[in-house]
Nanobody
Framework: QVRLVESGGGLVQAGGSLELSCAAA????????GGWYRQAPGKQRELVAT???????NYADSVQGRFTISRDNDKNQVYPQMHSLEPGDTAGYYC??????????????WGQGTQVTVSS
């Protein structure tokens, strides 16, 4: 019933920017929060950024000051905006829709992922 589709990944040079998108069908980011994760080869999936239903946000230390997560209510989408990208940001990026509550808690609903590759 819940479907998440990520888009916007690609190849970018170090120092460049990308904006990803997570489109949700079956539920609304206005009611629950959302989270973005990434997984590089040989690494565990790690939390990158979260947004609660009131639009409060949190970021991992590794992306603090470089990534911004926001929400478009009309399109029911969440947008991670990534600036000053580094080769260490290279990973598959995955969207997760949160459980009911005032703050984000992960559910077991995930998108297929979108690949971000940053060249030096």
């Amino acid at each position: 019933q819940v479907r998440l589709v990520e888009s916007g990944g690609g190849l970018v040079q170090a120092g460049g920017s990308l904006e990803l998108s997570c489109a949700a069908a079956g539920w609304s980011f206005m009611i629950v929060g959302g989270g973005w994760y990434r997984q590089a080869p040989g690494k565990q999936r790690e939390l990158v950024a979260t947004i609660s239903r009131d639009r409060s946000t949190n970021y991992a230390d590794s992306v603090q000051g470089r990534f911004t997560i926001s929400r478009d209510n009309d399109k029911n989408q969440v947008y991670p905006q990534m600036h000053s990208l580094e080769p260490g940001d290279t990973a598959g990026y995955y969207c997760n829709i949160g459980l009911l509550g005032s703050s984000y808690r992960p559910s077991n609903y995930w998108g297929q992922g979108t690949q971000v590759t940053v060249s030096s």
